[in-house]
């Protein structure tokens, strides 16, 4: 299977394995996202050799070959003596002294991308609390690659809609994936992402006529074809704000009727 990684998407996994080190005082983080041979161990903090960016995981091989089957955290508290894993990494990993080994797998829609470890030596475990911030930051990564896959997505629709010469339903096509693409900037919490979402979303600034981003975000769902009750939902605000929006945005547009708003945006280049 051909798995697309981004440049970037490391960072997201290194902010992850930071933040365990840093709050949760874990001894050993390490981990890396998938490409056609598997799992490459990429990421490493705290580790003693150079010998764990020499792992590939694989399904079904060592502890993270097997969390890659089941889709579920899983630990060996005694990782050199354990029953319940094969040991085909074991001299990369016993060579860091590693005693207690958790790993928790990076599921995005059911597609396994990559694996989180966190271990210790010396024979204390992680306590719960840490091992219940592992998940949680496997969890975050798994979020932010959604993400991306759905921006990745919504872009190749509208670059290939542009390329062809829209029809009427590709135009819809492009103006919901539009709209789409201004709520998921607001909503990630990786930065990089908003800022490639905000540089694809900036129109022609010639224009006089300007509108805030909350203004856009309410006609980009307006041009969608959403009602206020829809956009109120969709962007977390109460239909009052929503109506309170639309009109600002009319009186800036001089508009008299919400389709008029639409009109007057596409033609100054703040809509597509």
Sequence with gaps: MTVDVRADDLEVL??????????WDVPLVFGGLRDEHGVPVTLTLGEVTTDLATITIRPSLGLGGKT??????????????????????????????????????????????????????GGEPLSEAALEALVAEARKVSGELEIRDEVDRRVRLAQSVAAAGPSTVERQLLRDAFAEMRIIARETADPRTRERLEALLVKDARSEITLTARQLDVMALVAAGCRNVEIAERLGLGTETVKSYLRSAMARLGARSRHEAVAAARRHGLLP
Excluded: C, K, M, N
């Design 14 to 23: 290194r902010a992850s394995a930071a933040r365990l080190r840093r709050d």
């Design 68 to 121: 890659w089957l089941s889709r579920r955290p899983a630990y060996v508290r005694d990782y050199g003596s354990s029953l319940d894993i094969t040991h085909e990494y074991d001299r990369q990993i016993l060579g860091e002294r590693v005693t207690f080994l958790a790993v928790v797998p990076i599921v995005v829609r059911d597609d396994v991308r990559g694996l989180l470890y966190a271990g210790t030596r």
